[in-house]
């Protein structure tokens, strides 16, 4: 049976990873190299709110008749980081190091606080109450596609 909790935990971490090569990336070579590394890590994140807002969220919400607790707050910080990637993108069209490195290092803190929480609760929560359905949860996660 598979971990909801090492499934979702996996992706922060090669999310992290691409975050961390986009960061180099443009210290290294300028913001313009830095662009498909941004759209990666932007895709990826993406990809990862949806699995959890269209998939596990409602799912533990389902289970657990929790709808104001952590998933709420989860979303919200979604929300937040959306608009921090949109304003970090727009910072390479615009070639504004200043304000790239400013939200790279604001996203990652945010990040970091972020997914502490959802590795440290709320996975633990959905393992908990979820984990009968894990291998099914896990699937639907792998198999949809970003709209």
Not at 13 to 26: G, K, Q, S
Request: net charge negative; charged share 25%.
């Amino acid at each position: 049976m598979s971990s909801i909790k090492d499934f979702l935990t996996t992706d922060h971490r090669a999310c992290d990873e691409v975050f961390a090569n986009m960061e180099l990336a443009a210290s290294k070579d300028g913001l313009a190299a830095s662009r498909a590394l941004y759209e990666e890590f932007a895709n990826a994140t993406e990809h990862h709110f949806q699995m959890e807002e269209r998939v596990m969220f409602p799912e533990f919400e389902t289970k657990t008749g929790m709808v104001q607790g952590p998933t709420q707050m989860m979303r919200h910080e979604h929300q937040q980081l959306r608009s921090l990637m949109k304003q970090l993108g727009e910072s390479i069209d615009n070639d504004n190091k200043d304000k790239f490195f400013g939200l790279t290092e604001t996203i990652m803190i945010m990040l970091q606080q972020h997914n502490m929480k959802e590795e440290q609760m709320l996975y633990n929560m959905a393992q908990q109450h979820l984990a009968a359905d894990a291998d099914r949860i896990i699937d639907m996660m792998e198999s949809m596609i970003v709209e």
